[in-house]
């Protein structure tokens, strides 16, 4: 399967989420939604069967199943602390076996075993139902062959939990409050409250809204603010409670985003504090825990799309690198359906820092029109540019503020398409900037052109004869006595021709590096402080560049 079809197949499996929503939490009988829950969860997941189970009394029993053989398989009941089930409960996240039967870690309920057999259940994985904290029961995905679970098929029906969860709660609250409606008037209301803004949120995403569309319009509704927080924001926030403070007569309230196993972000929200009320209503909370719910799985289907995405970017980045110069027709509708004219992508861009890059260069990509990606261990970009410097530049103050530290960015522009090229001077420019003590700076190899003898792979001859002219009598003294003359030499330039600091740099005596230098006056001629100092000076410091790349 392509990376296009996964991409299509994950959308479609979330649209299916989203589009399940609205009837999951609609309140109604317990048997009814629970019933609900294992027939979408069958359809989501295309199991052999699938099967819900809830604890009660120390034991999980079967509820509901859908695709089953067996009339028996609904009465199934073992302790709480047995099989698959009991390790979900246990450890309160996603279990699965390949061959329930032949599985060996798990305690075996002879009871249940004996409806496996009838059922012919083989690979299992079970998922927990999680309601304000506590896990109330599993949901089950079962298939009649050995098979495993990859991590997409966990994270979708962890996600489907999480929302059945809601939908279980909304029905047992529904069942508790009909039960005393005459003396829980208001509480009906709220609960309806609760269910009423879950719908309209669960709209906004099917109408394609974003997180914070999601937010605002949950602000309208419970009052105050709402914001969503990124990981790096929320790194606090991660015990799964909804967590509430109240500071200057202010309330703030935090609910972590999951989904599965997966932290994501949080869902804040601030309000002024009404202490004849208390803090806030616990319907209210619930309602910003049942909202995460929905983020969660925005989230993903967001995330799911930009990794696709960048994953086709980094993907044609590397074939245009690769078979460069030149564009293939193929290349050239694959940039166009990504609105990117592959002709104008004249400028390369690499940057290098103690972080990754790459995510960070997407973005600016994307909204240049570019590609970006990892080639050959660099974070690169191409992207169409009409003033180099000027876009180099602003790569720089970008990454640098989203990495939070020093950053070279190096462009090269792409002549006739020939990016491999640009990828190589840009790249080498790079090391040569670092080699240079050039740390934190966004610049076009022109600015460096002095040094273009070094990075530019297609001038080596000339660099070779350049050597050879200058320094090469040093080296060859070198290599043939075994002494350093050529480090001594660049070491007393590096102090500006003072004796004394020189010496201590070598932690040599002052007149052994006279001697030293007289040394280089014999393989050079007496001359060699004031004939061709120029060209001596940038000989060595070419010679340095270059056993550095």
């Known amino acids: 399967m392509t990376e296009t079809d996964e991409l ?120 927990p139902l999680v309601i304000r904290d506590e896990v109330v029961g599993a949901l089950f995905a079962a298939y009649r062959s050995e098979r495993s679970f990859h991590a997409g098929e966990i994270a979708l029906l962890s996600a489907f939990a999480d929302h059945a969860a809601v939908a279980l709660d909304n029905a047992r609250l529904y069942e508790e409050s009909r039960i005393a409606l005459r003396g829980l008037k208001e509480h009906v209301a709220s609960v309806e409250r609760a269910q009423a803004i879950h719908e309209t949120l669960t709209g906004v995403v099917l109408e394609g809204g974003t997180p914070d569309d999601v937010a605002q319009l949950l602000a309208g509704q419970l009052g105050g603010s709402v914001a969503v927080l990124d990981r790096a924001d929320a790194a606090g926030h991660r015990s799964g409670r909804v967590t509430t403070s109240v500071t200057d007569g202010i309330a703030h309230s935090v609910a972590p985003i999951r989904a599965g196993d997966s932290h994501l972000g949080a869902l804040s929200w601030s309000r002024k504090a009404l202490p004849e009320h208390g803090v806030s209503d616990d319907m209210d909370l619930r309602t910003l825990e049942r909202a995460t719910h929905i983020l969660g799985l925005l989230i993903l289907k967001e995330r799911a799309v930009a990794d696709a995405s960048e994953r086709l970017s980094g993907e044609l980045l590397t074939e245009l690198m690769v078979g460069s110069p030149g564009i293939s027709p193929s290349q050239r509708s694959r940039a166009q359906a990504r609105h990117i004219d592959a002709d104008g992508l004249n400028l390369v861009v690499v940057a290098e820092s103690t972080t990754d890059l790459v995510r960070h260069l997407h973005d600016i990509a994307r909204e240049r029109s570019g590609l970006a990606g990892e080639h050959l261990g660099r974070a690169t970009m191409i992207v169409p540019s009409k003033d180099d410097d000027r876009t180099v530049e602003e790569v720089h103050r970008r990454l640098r503020r989203a990495c939070g530290g020093p950053v070279v960015v190096v462009g090269e522009r792409a002549v006739g398409h020939d990016w491999a090229r640009a990828f190589s001077l840009a790249g080498r420019c790079g090391t040569v900037m670092r080699a240079l003590g050039h740390t934190d700076r966004g610049t076009t190899t022109g600015r460096y052109a002095l040094y273009a003898l070094v990075f530019d792979v297609e001038r080596v001859d000339d660099l070779d004869r350049f050597l050879a002219t200058s320094v090469g009598p040093l080296a060859s003294h070198d290599e043939r006595r075994g002494t350093d003359l050529v480090g001594t030499l660049t070491t007393y330039y590096d102090h500006r021709a003072n004796v004394a600091a020189t010496a201590r740099a070598l932690h040599v005596h002052v007149n052994t590096l006279l001697k030293r230098l007289d040394r280089v006056g014999d393989v050079l001629g007496p001359d060699w402080r004031t004939e061709n100092d120029l060209e001596l000076r940038l000989g060595l410091e070419l010679h340095r560049l270059r056993a550095v790349l």
């Open 8 to 127: 299509v197949r994950r959308q479609r499996e979330l649209a299916s989420l989203y589009a399940t929503a609205k009837s999951l939490t609609a309140l109604g009988e317990l048997d009814d939604v629970l019933q609900s829950i294992v027939r979408h969860a069958h359809d989501l997941m295309g199991t052999d069967f699938t099967y819900l189970s809830l604890v009660a009394d120390g034991r999980l029993s079967a509820k509901a199943a859908e695709g089953t053989i067996s009339a028996a398989f609904l009465s199934a009941t073992i302790p709480a602390g047995v099989g698959l089930g009991g390790k979900v409960m246990a450890t309160r996240r996603p279990q699965w076996v390949r061959n329930y039967a032949a599985a060996s870690h798990i305690d075996h309920d002879a009871g249940f075993d004996r409806l496996v057999g009838t059922e012919d259940l083989v690979a299992l994985l079970g998922v």
